[in-house]
């Protein structure tokens, strides 16, 4: 039994986890932009309330950002948690609850989770695509998380730049696949759009993927347009991955897989079309299992052993 936290991009959960199962769990207000420390205390409180209850062998944290997981360090981050750069978190878990500790990015948590706990179980070369806030992507090549001198081999899909003429990212480059398709880029996108005056998402009080497709699903034109351009935005990324990476399965979690039913059939068929090269066959793609608690499965898995 170990505890995982995942801290998001508005909500930080922290679970216990059982094996296959979640025995317990709390979702905090993350308050990101006021970054890591400041969630501290709060986090004290809650772990040591589970700590009370639960016989726990270990803490894993998952973050956002480029993570040097061999040394627990947070290597760069961008806009939340900013503080998690250089700060020894290894000593606050050390300190505060003396137990033993994982920290990791969380696309790479949750492609972990899967693997061992979902539906990429037996499975050795999966590619692993977090469509949330920002877009979150992860690798495992012949049974082996990709991690690369900087921590960052396949971590970073989510800025491969797909529209050289596109919208500005919040990493400093033009056009990247999150820029052009995520929940934090989506609302520029919609107001961008010429039919957005006339569309009833004008009327709509958030302007999120949820809406954009239900607003899709009732024929609003506008929607469907800004549906379809995300939905190929998707495929053409996790094509190009694709081909770096050459997986059997595409695990797709986050938020945004509310919708599912509308994204998965389409980034299937679309990102198969390019099979010419591929002998090895059809590359499935397919929701987590744990959909929105990948990462913390991931978390249970590296604290294996120690
Ligand atoms: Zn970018």
């Known amino acids: 039994m170990i505890i995982a936290i995942d801290l998001g991009g508005t909500k930080i959960k922290i679970a216990v986890v059982d094996g296959e199962t979640i025995s317990d769990s709390i979702s905090i207000d993350a308050n ?8 501290i205390p709060r986090l004290n409180i809650e772990i040591k309330n589970l700590l009370n ?20 360090k ?3 981050i961008n806009e939340k948690y900013t503080d998690l750069v250089g700060l020894d978190v290894k000593k606050w878990v050390a300190d505060s609850f003396n137990l033993p500790f994982v920290l990791e990015n969380d696309a790479r948590a949750a492609l972990l989770g899967e693997w061992q706990y979902g539906v990429g179980a037996n499975l050795e070369n999966l590619i692993g695509i977090t469509l949330g806030t920002g877009i979150g992507t992860a690798a495992i090549v012949d049974g082996r998380m990709l991690k690369g001198k900087g921590y960052i081999a396949g971590n970073l899909g989510g800025h491969m730049v797909l529209d050289r003429n596109g919208l500005k990212c919040n990493c400093g ?7 052009q398709s995520s929940t934090w880029s989506l609302p520029t996108i919609i107001k961008n ?9 004008k009327d709509s009080s958030s302007l999120d993927f949820k809406t954009l497709f239900t607003l899709a699903r009732e024929n609003d034109s506008y ?15 996790i094509s190009n991955l694709c081909f770096a990476f050459d997986p059997e399965m595409v695990i797709l979690n986050g938020g945004i897989m509310a919708s599912h ?25 397919q929701m987590a299992k744990n959909k929105d608690t990948a990462a913390l499965f991931g978390l249970q898995y590296l604290l294996k052993g120690k």
């Open 53 to 72: 209850k639960n016989r726990i062998m270990g803490i894993g944290l998952a973050t956002p950002g480029v993570v040097d997981s061999k040394n627990f």
């Open 74 to 76: 947070v290597l760069g």
């Open 261 to 285: 039913q509308d994204i998965i059939p389409y980034i299937e068929t679309r990102i198969n079309q390019s099979n010419k090269l591929r002998p090895s066959g059809k590359i499935k793609v």
């Open 223 to 237: 929607a469907k347009e800004i549906r379809d351009y995300c939905l190929e935005i998707w495929s053409l990324g």
């Open 173 to 179: 480059n033009i056009g990247c696949m999150e820029a």
């Open 193 to 201: 759009h010429p039919g957005y005056i006339t569309s009833k998402l």
């Open 32 to 39: 990101s932009h006021l970054g890591f420390v400041a969630n």
